[in-house]
């Protein structure tokens, strides 16, 4: 580097200057010496140039398929919970999650691949040398960067390569379509479409499917063919138990029966409170018929991100979640007094039948588990 001001041309000089006349004066007007600039491939059409073409291609073409493919599994691959019992629907249920990692994944991985290896394969290699300099962009300067943008473009023979241009167009369209999908689904699948609809977050499995329906409270045994109903007698004071709802016409039904087990907001806790406790009770308003006796259910589902809270503290009656900390007092409507969680644990209004079962005398009366933009409180 000779460190020589080089003199910028006049309009008109810059004006006659074909592009490569641009690119050479553009780096002399940096202070940019180009020390190694080769063609990576020198002669045209060979096997090898064409073997790395394709190998591009390839890889954009599988990025394009890929997020193609995880649109169409979003939106169509069967992602409702299937209980073991139904082993075709189980299988593709459990496949549901990782087939969306693994094309997601597998679309931005091709693309990037392809877009590696056609700097690696195509652009030039060059080794340059600039010198330090201060001043804002001149004229002159906006004109030569644009031609060295464009020489780029033609060494790097982008514009010949059609193979290459159409299949880097289908991985780029197979992420955006992927992309756009994710905030597009909640709209085909919505969840608030219809809020009386049984598998909504505003119920649970403790909702009544029919008018007069009895929903008993089970305990899990470990066995989802095995119904084991809970009486009042059962729970000692003090005690806690988690139930899952029952009803008459899912026995015998293996699938209806591990579903109940399963689904994610049927948990309760139900809690027999020592009768000096239950003397210091405070009820919500609106709740005060929601317990019987000494028994309170609240949900299992944590109010902050839907952890299970399943620790039960007896001396002190709070119960309390295991991921956040957050502990609720059950002697004050479940209502939180430590950690992140700023709302009660929903209750569950409960009875005995007469023949002694609990049983749930309707589903809650708000939205279990986190706070979501739907709901009101």
């Known amino acids: 580097m000779s460190g020589e001001e080089v003199k910028p041309p006049s309009e008109a000089e810059l004006a006659k200057m074909n592009r490569d006349q641009l690119v050479e004066l553009g780096t002399k007007l940096d202070g940019v010496t180009l020390v190694e600039y080769p ?26 398929l890929a997020g193609l493919l995880f649109v169409v599994s979003l939106i169509w691959w069967p992602w409702k919970y299937e209980a073991p019992g139904n082993e075709h629907g189980h299988f593709l249920y459990s496949l549901y999650t990782p087939f969306l990692g693994i094309t997601l994944g597998l679309a931005v991985l091709g693309l990037g691949i392809g877009i590696l290896l056609y700097t690696k394969k195509f652009i030039p290699h060059e080794l340059a040398v600039q010198e330090r300099g201060d001043g804002g962009s001149k004229e002159v300067d906006k004109a030569t960067i644009v031609a060295q943008l464009a020489d780029a473009g033609t060494r790097s023979t982008i514009a010949r390569r059609s193979l290459i241009k159409r299949s880097a167009g289908l991985g780029a369209a197979g992420i955006g379509l992927a992309a756009a999908a994710l905030p597009v689904a909640s709209f085909i699948k919505d969840p608030w479409k219809n809020t009386e609809n049984k598998d909504s977050l505003w119920h649970t499995g403790w909702q009544p499917q029919h008018p007069g ?37 899912e026995r015998g039904d293996h699938e209806a029966l591990s579903a109940a087990l399963h689904r994610s907001d049927n948990p309760v806790m139900l809690i027999r409170l020592r009768p000096s406790d239950a003397a210091r009770v405070v009820k919500r308003k609106g709740q005060e018929d929601f317990n019987f006796g000494d028994y309170y259910a609240y949900t299992k589902i944590c109010s902050h991100v839907g952890c299970p809270t399943s620790l039960y503290e007896q001396r002190t009656n709070r119960i ?11 002697l004050h409507y479940g209502k939180p007094i430590f950690g992140p969680a700023t709302r009660a644990l929903a209750q569950l209004p409960i009875t005995v039948d007469d023949k002694g079962y609990l049983i749930a005398r309707g589903d809650f009366i708000e939205a279990v588990g986190p706070a979501f933009w739907e709901r009101k409180s």
């Open 39 to 64: 063609d990576p491939w020198p002669v045209k059409g060979t096997r090898a140039e064409k073997r790395a073409e394709r190998l591009i291609a390839l890889w954009f073409a599988i990025s394009g």
């Open 213 to 249: 329906e009895v929903v008993y409270m089970r305990r899990n045994t470990g066995r989802p063919e095995e119904v084991v109903l809970v009486r009042a007698e059962d729970l000692d004071a003090g005690g806690m138990e988690t139930v899952f709802p029952f009803r008459e016409s």
């Open 320 to 330: 309390l979640c295991p991921c956040h900390q957050s502990q609720f007092d059950a």
